[in-house]
């Protein structure tokens, strides 16, 4: 059965996270993902996280970062700092359908491998840029990171304790989603790119992805209250501002998210979990906006009731009476859960060190071309004279000379 993008090959010079997001996506669905690393010490992430164990149980050099933004990718190492390697990776262009980098903007131009360079050596190619404020700007030349994007973007406004309670103040999220967020876009662009190039004008083109821009139009839903009403969305924790009850709640042992999306909901969690109708009938609390108006009334009461069972115990009630809800879970409790382990979140694949390893898998379910894993996570150059080979037709003796003088390893 072929795959998805089975005829498409990914040159992919991006490091540490929203690149290698974006890539491993694309090699999920099939393509041929070469990633272009540093000799000696790969991307960035190589080095951070846990460390994965060998088939013996002993700590190997491969990390948890990397491992989770890099399978079902060939890993070459060149030297692009070289002139020798910027002619290898200008020749690996030539058979590419995309790139990817995710450089400050213009770096890769002193390279001679920046889009102008390397669309002037195949038309077809979509290339992607992917930056911390974009290609343009009065900020474009500037470096910045995940936290930097969350802080920029309005989004640590949102996140955090409100004002006035104990531990007020903006916070991050607890992963890098502004990393994750332009990832994501990029996959998008890249694959409406090939259509396009496919079905329409027979040529690629340049994506200039902005993180900062990828976190704000991220935003959207609550960006729009200020921008048509001039409404300052505020920070609430983790209760919402548009409905009520929707909010964190202790049971016996240990909390539970009830999270009461409509008037139908409040009735069914009233009269059937809670056993209180007069809360379901109270005429402050009817209507949404009236129990958003006059949550500090009605939270409190919900709460004396939930603290006298257990999680457990009002799960099975609020499930039953299909009030959305769900427990707070750890990592450890979530591969547990018995809907993660029959949606096989949790897949294996094989991998040069471990034998197999256990990663989590792509949540796209397709009927007819499902995700496939072959390939784990590469070795720091561990396809680099398989790709010289197959790709760039060198024979061994190229090879060598290439490895004998540092272009390559």
């Not at 540490?16 to 000799?39: C, H, N, Y």
């Not at 979530?334 to 949606?343: A, E, F, G, N, S």
């Not at 007819?368 to 010289?388: F, I, M, Q, S, W």
Request: aromatic share 6%.
């Amino acid at each position: 059965m072929s795959s998805l993008l089975s005829n498409i090959r990914v040159l992919d010079l991006s490091r540490i996270l929203s690149g290698p997001w974006a890539t491993q996506m694309l090699a999920d669905f099939g393509a041929d993902v070469i990633k272009v690393e540093r000799p000696g010490s790969g991307d960035d992430v190589r080095h951070q996280g846990a460390q994965l164990k060998d088939r013996g149980g002993q700590p190997t050099a491969e990390r948890s970062v990397f491992l989770a933004l890099n399978r079902g990718k060939r890993s070459i190492a060149i030297d692009m700092a070289s002139p020798e390697g910027q002619d290898l990776i200008r020749q690996l262009a030539a058979t590419a359908d995309v790139v990817v980098e995710n450089f400050k903007a213009g770096d890769l131009a002193r390279y001679g491998l920046d889009h102008v360079a390397l669309r002037a050596i195949n038309s077809r190619i979509v290339y992607c840029s992917i930056s911390g404020f974009g290609q343009t700007g009065p900020y474009s030349a500037l470096p910045g990171y995940d936290l930097v994007f969350q802080a920029m973007s309005g989004l640590m406004s949102l996140t955090g304790v409100p004002e006035g309670q104990p531990g007020a103040g903006p916070q991050r999220t607890g992963y890098p989603i502004s990393d994750t967020t332009a990832g994501f876009y990029a996959s998008i662009g890249i694959l409406a790119a090939l259509h396009h190039r496919d079905t329409v004008s027979g040529t690629g083109q340049y994506i200039d992805l902005a993180m900062l821009d990828a976190q704000v139009a991220a935003m959207s839903s609550m960006a729009m209250s200020y921008v048509v009403a001039g409404e300052m969305p505020q920070r609430v924790g983790i209760r919402s501002q548009l409905t009520c009850p929707y909010q964190d709640f202790d049971c016996a042992d240990g909390q539970v998210m009830i999270a009461v999306g409509n008037d139908k909901q409040y009735q069914q969690l009233c009269n059937h979990v809670l056993q209180r109708p007069e809360l379901a009938t109270d005429p402050r609390y009817t209507t949404t906006p009236l129990r958003v108006q006059n949550r500090e009334q009605l939270v409190p009461v919900i709460a004396e009731i939930l603290r006298s069972q257990s999680v457990d115990h009002w799960m099975a009630k609020l499930r039953a009476a299909n009030v959305p809800a769900g427990p707070i879970n750890d990592f450890a409790q979530v591969l547990k859960d018995p809907q993660i382990r029959h949606r096989e979140v949790l897949q294996h694949v094989p991998h040069t060190s471990a034998g197999t390893m256990p990663f989590i898998g792509n949540p796209l379910k397709f009927s007819d071309t499902p995700v496939t894993y072959h390939r784990g996570p590469p070795l720091l150059g561990e396809h680099t004279a398989e790709v010289l080979r197959e790709v760039l037709h060198l024979d061994d003796a190229a090879i060598a000379t290439l490895q004998q003088q540092g272009v390559v390893a």
